[in-house]
């Protein structure tokens, strides 16, 4: 038997408008990312220091679609909407795991 494993996370940071990676401290806010499959990512542990926009969610999009996934999975509290028309795959006592298709 042979075994190849492969971890595959990130980081997600968002900054405020005109402001990067390099010239920005601190962040507005900090998305765990999970590769979970060869098109999808499980998107998790948003520590927001404000609200997040729809135009940082629109980011957050772009830079996903660019990097080739095609699918966005997140749990939410049960009522709570999801961006971009997502659906309920699975539900979990008062969780719901969402699927976003980018």
Known sequence: ???HVEWTQGIGRTFDPGKT???SDPFVSVVKI???GP???L?????SQRK???SDIADLKRELVACG???????????RKVPYGGKV???RGNLALWEIEL
């Open 1 to 3: 038997m042979s075994l």
């Open 21 to 23: 990676y390099e010239n």
């Open 34 to 36: 999970d590769k979970i």
């Open 39 to 41: 098109d999808t990512v």
């Open 43 to 47: 998107l998790s542990a948003d520590l």
């Open 52 to 54: 997040l926009t729809r």
């Open 69 to 79: 996934f095609e699918f966005v999975h997140c749990w939410r509290k049960i009522g």
């Open 89 to 91: 795959i699975r539900t």
